[in-house]
C-alpha cells in the first residue's frame, strides 16, 4: 500500500496544531477511518465527554470498518478519569459459549490468508462465533463515564449505515485480501456486489446495519443479549450449528478492572494484562535514545521476540476538554462468514482464533486477547494515550510508536508515520525506510530480514494523543481531528 496524502492518511484535520488539554494530552480524536473520527469529533463538539465519544465512534468504525471489526465482537478499553487522576480498564472481550451445554456445531471452515508472501490458516464458520462483548461494554462504558443520552451517540452510526460510507485504501486492500470470508455467505452482496470486489474510493452500503443500530437506540445494549438482535443471533445458531445459546448471552456482563504498571524511559506506563505482553516487553528494551540504526533495530527484534499473525482489529483514543482520555480496541477476529439476516452484522470467529486459546476454555470464561489500551505518565500527568491494532502485530507496533515519543522524543505523528519491523522467529519483516546498516546487522545474526515494498496495514494501526499533537495510522487510512 503506496503513501498517499490527506486526512484519510493520517494528517491532523486542516493541519491544525493541536492544542494541548489540561492533563497535557490533545483534546480530540485519533481513529482508524475518516467517518469513525468525525463521529467522535461531533460528539465532543457538543460537549461529550471522552466516553460518550469513544463510544459514538466505535459504533461509527462498526459502518466503516466492516472489515475490522463490528458489532458483534469484542474488546477492551481504557479510561483516564482526570478530576479523579486515576485509570480503569473496562473488559468486553468475547466469552466462551456453552453454558446452556454444548449442543452439535457444524465444522470449522478452513482458509488460507495471504499476508504479503505468507499464507496465514485460519478457521471461521459459524461454530468460530464466541459470545459477542461490544454493545455490552459501550453500554457499560457510558453508563459510567459518559453525559450525553445513548441515542444520540447511535446517530452518527446510524447515518452511515443509512447512507452508505466510502473505502478508503487500506480497507480496500484488506478486503482483497480478506476475500474468501468476507463473500462466503451474505458478505457477497455486501463486499462484492454485481460480483465484484469493492475498491478503494467506491461506497460500502450495509443497510441492514441502519435497521440493527435503530434497534439499540430503542432497545438499548441489550438487544443484542435479550431483546430483538438476540433472538435473530439465537436463530441463526439454531439454523447453521452454532454454539451461542440464551444463558450465554444472558449472563455476559463487562468487566472493570485495575490496569497493570510498568515504566519506562521514566514514564509510568499503566495498561491492560494480556498476550501482548507489554509492560514486560519495554522492561526487557534497552533505552533507544542516541542509538545508531543498528543498535536501534536489534534492540527492537531482541524485545519484540516472535509472536504468530492473528486476527485483525481497529482502535481508537478519544481526548475530551476536561483532560478525560479513553484508548478503545474492538477486534472480530477475521470474522465467521455469517451474518445476521436482515442486519447486515458479520459474526466474529474468535474460537477459531488458535493464537487465543490459552488453556481449558470454560463456559462463560473471557478468551485471550492481545489488546493493550495504554497510558504513559510522568510527574505533570499524562503524556500519551496510545492504542494499536493488528493481532499479533499490534504488539510490535504499539512498542515502536511508544518508544519513538517517550524514549527517542517524536512527535506523536511522526512516531506513528516512522517504518516498523516486527520479528517472526528467525524471518524479520520491515517496511522501507530503515537503514542498510540496520538490516545488514539482523542479517550477521542470521536472522533473515523480508524487505516489504511499501508500508502496509500488516503492520498494525496505532492511534494516539500526545501533548504535541494526535495521531493516527497511514497504514489503516487512519484519521486523527482536533477539537478546536
Not at 346 to 368: A, F, K, Q, T
Not at 460 to 480: E, I, N
Request: with cysteine; glycine share 14%.
Amino acid at each position: 500500500m503506496r503513501r498517499a496524502s490527506g486526512d484519510a492518511f493520517g494528517s491532523l484535520a486542516g493541519k491544525k496544531r493541536a492544542r494541548a488539554g489540561p492533563n497535557g494530552l490533545t483534546p480530540g480524536i485519533a481513529a482508524g477511518h475518516p467517518a469513525t473520527a468525525q463521529a467522535g469529533l461531533e460528539i465532543l463538539a457538543e460537549g461529550g465527554t471522552a466516553a460518550d465519544a469513544a463510544v459514538a465512534a466505535c459504533l461509527a468504525s462498526c459502518v466503516a470498518e466492516t472489515v475490522m471489526t463490528g458489532l458483534a465482537g469484542g474488546g477492551h478499553a481504557l479510561w483516564w478519569d482526570a478530576a479523579e487522576g486515576r485509570a480503569e480498564v473496562l473488559d468486553f472481550f468475547v466469552a466462551v459459549p456453552g453454558l446452556d451445554g454444548e449442543g452439535p456445531a457444524t465444522e470449522l471452515v478452513r482458509l488460507e490468508v495471504p499476508f504479503g508472501t505468507e499464507l496465514v490458516h485460519y478457521a471461521v464458520g459459524i461454530a468460530s462465533c464466541a459470545v459477542p462483548g461490544v454493545p455490552a461494554g459501550l453500554g457499560a462504558l457510558h453508563r459510567r463515564h459518559g453525559r450525553l443520552r445513548w441515542a444520540r451517540l447511535l446517530q452518527p452510526a446510524i447515518s452511515l449505515a443509512a447512507g452508505g460510507v466510502e473505502m478508503p485504501p487500506a480497507h480496500a486492500a484488506c478486503l482483497a485480501m480478506l476475500a474468501p470470508v468476507m463473500t462466503m455467505r451474505e458478505g457477497a452482496r455486501i463486499y462484492a456486489p454485481g460480483g465484484r470486489l469493492l475498491e478503494a474510493g467506491e461506497k460500502l452500503e450495509q443497510p441492514g446495519l441502519a435497521a440493527a443500530l435503530a434497534l439499540l437506540a430503542e432497545e438499548g445494549p441489550e438487544s443484542m443479549y435479550s431483546g430483538t438482535l438476540a433472538e435473530v443471533l439465537l436463530q441463526l445458531m439454531a439454523n447453521r450449528g452454532g454454539l451461542v445459546t440464551p444463558a450465554d448471552l444472558r449472563h455476559y456482563r463487562p468487566e472493570w478492572d485495575k490496569p497493570v504498571v510498568g515504566n519506562h524511559a521514566g514514564y509510568r506506563i499503566e495498561t491492560r494484562a494480556g498476550l501482548a505482553r507489554v509492560v514486560e516487553t519495554l522492561a526487557k528494551l534497552q533505552p533507544l535514545r542516541g542509538l545508531s540504526e543498528a543498535e536501534r533495530v536489534r534492540a527492537l527484534v531482541a524485545a519484540l521476540g516472535e509472536m504468530p499473525p492473528q486476527g485483525h482489529t481497529t482502535n481508537l483514543v478519544t481526548v475530551d476538554e476536561t483532560g478525560n482520555a479513553c484508548v478503545l480496541t474492538t477486534s472480530l477476529g477475521l470474522g465467521s462468514g455469517d451474518f445476521l439476516p436482515g442486519y447486515d452484522i458479520h459474526l466474529n470467529s474468535m474460537l477459531g482464533e488458535v493464537d487465543l486459546v490459552v488453556g481449558p476454555l470454560e463456559p462463560g470464561s473471557r478468551m485471550e486477547s492481545m489488546m493493550a489500551p495504554t497510558l504513559a505518565l510522568d510527574h505533570a500527568g499524562p503524556a500519551l494515550a496510545i492504542g494499536a491494532a493488528g493481532g499479533t502485530r499490534l504488539r510490535s507496533a504499539l512498542v515502536q510508536v511508544l518508544t519513538g515519543v517517550l524514549d527517542e522524543g517524536l512527535d506523536p505523528q511522526r512516531a506513528v508515520d516512522r517504518p516498523r519491523l516486527h520479528p517472526m522467529g528467525e524471518v524479520v519483516h520491515v517496511e522501507p525506510g530503515f537503514a542498510a546498516s540496520g538490516l545488514e546487522a539482523l542479517e550477521a545474526e542470521g536472522k533473515r530480514v523480508r524487505r516489504w515494498p511499501d508500508v502496509h496495514h500488516y503492520f498494525g494501526g496505532v492511534s494516539a494523543s500526545g501533548r504535541t499533537g494526535l495521531a493516527a495510522d497511514p497504514r489503516r487510512s487512519g484519521s486523527a481531528r482536533c477539537l478546536s
